[in-house]
């Protein structure tokens, strides 16, 4: 009875190293809506069971494109990249706040982009936090309440707006903790009471969404619009458990396979694994990453294609006889050599030559005195000496 009990614990209980599972989905299954969709991600075909239920890289595909499932909804998945560790997705994520009738009452956000229970987090290196308003000061709070992250935007008139700049004039950006799974965010007035200026009727409400960098543009008409209906793009990181790749190593191992590496994530939680350079394949399923062969194809590192060796986990380019240089098109490729240089290298050869001919040649005239020496002893006295 007590080990049926135990066996229910474990059953019940997630382990916090989390191994990865081929069977649950069909490995590399091939894409949804021509994105592809590679293990450990995998199709999914069942969400009315529950998101508890569901796998952790779990992707559902129907009329809709591929969606990752998360505790605040579907999000359309618009990238998955293995080698970086990242899923992009779409959605309208834009939190607001508004103060009613102008009379300074806040209300609540719009929505909320949660990821806590899953193995992902918000990318601190691909996303912005970015806030437009008049009157906007938006902060990231951390689960004990401190500020984390935040910045304000403020104008007075149409004139001080500049579109495509977010420097704090109607628009500003601030960069996101590590390992953030939550938007906990909170509006503060700047100006301590609402009103439309002269000469920007500016709504009156405060936004804060997260971005990838670089894509969102800035412009006036964010200013005077609610942007709930504008998709925007939002990078995730993901990891394997919660645990680095030493204290995986300590136990049962990571699930790296072989010509691959295992690395802590960039975000704090978790690893990932990498297939090492000059191999490429997944490198979370059997037999592992395989080489590459650098010489066929477009990619031939090689400045005379057809003088390129492969290597394991690599190449060589070789130059044509009266050339010189690694033969490489990012290194000093092959140049030729110059009527001087040839003359001081056959030059150098010939002295070499001369060189060794004398050595021999001394050689082999001393061991015929010492010869001769020997057969004149030999005569005088009767013994060899």
């Known amino acids: 009875m007590l080990v049926l009990l135990l066996l229910l614990l474990a059953l019940l209980c997630p382990s916090s190293s989390q191994r990865l599972d081929p069977s649950v989905f ?26 508890e239920h569901l796998p952790s890289f779990g992707i559902i595909c129907n009329g809709s494109g591929p969606m990752l499932p998360l505790p605040s909804g579907q999000y359309e998945v618009v990238d998955i990249s293995l080698p970086q560790g990242t899923i992009t997705i779409l959605g ?9 009738n102008f009379s300074g009452i806040s209300l609540p956000p719009d929505q909320d982009l949660s990821l806590e229970g899953t193995p992902f987090t918000f990318s601190d290196m691909k996303n912005k936090f970015t806030v437009v308003g008049c009157d906007a000061m938006a902060t990231i709070q951390g689960a004990n309440g401190s500020y984390i992250s935040g910045c304000a935007a ?42 439309a200026t002269q000469d920007v009727p500016w709504d009156p409400c405060s936004k804060a969404f997260l971005v990838k960098e670089d894509e969102y543009v800035f412009t006036y008409d964010d200013l005077i619009s609610n942007m709930n209906n504008q998709n925007r793009t939002v990078v995730l990181e993901w990891s394997i458990g919660n645990q680095s790749c030493s204290e995986m190593d300590s136990k049962n191992g990571t699930e790296c396979k072989a010509n ?25 399923l059997s037999p592992g990453c395989e080489d590459i062969n650098e010489c066929k194809g477009p990619n031939n590192p090689c400045v005379h294609p057809n003088r390129c060796k492969n290597t394991i986990g690599g190449s060589i380019c070789k130059c044509p006889f ?16 110059e009527l001087l240089e040839i003359i ?38 009767g013994v060899s000496c």
């Not at 592809?36 to 998101?51: A, D, E, K, Q, R």
């Not at 309208?92 to 009613?100: G, P, S, T, Y």
């Not at 704090?168 to 799974?181: H, Y």
Request: proline share 4%.
């Open 92 to 100: 309208r994520a834009v939190a607001w706040r508004c103060l009613d």
């Open 322 to 337: 009266g050339m010189s240089g690694d033969g490489t098109l990012r290194g000093t490729g092959c140049k030729k050599v």
């Open 26 to 51: 069909k490995p590399d299954a091939g894409s949804c809506y021509n994105i592809s969709i590679p293990y450990p991600f995998g199709i999914i075909g069942n969400y009315s069971l529950g998101l």
């Open 260 to 284: 691959s590496h295992c690395y802590n994530s960039t975000n704090g939680i978790g690893y990932r694994c990498k297939c090492f350079d000059g191999f490429e394949g997944n490198p979370y």
């Open 154 to 195: 403020f104008c007075v008139s149409k004139k001080t707006v500049v579109e495509g700049v977010c420097s704090g004039v109607g628009c500003c950006q601030a960069p996101i903790p590590r390992a953030l799974k939550r938007l906990n965010l909170n509006f503060t007035s700047i100006r301590g009471q609402i009103g």
């Open 344 to 381: 001081l290298g056959v030059g150098l050869v010939m002295v070499l030559i001369v060189f060794a001919l004398v050595l021999w040649t001394y050689w082999l005239l001393k061991k015929r005195r010492l010869a001769r020496r020997k057969q004149r002893y030999f005569l005088q006295n």
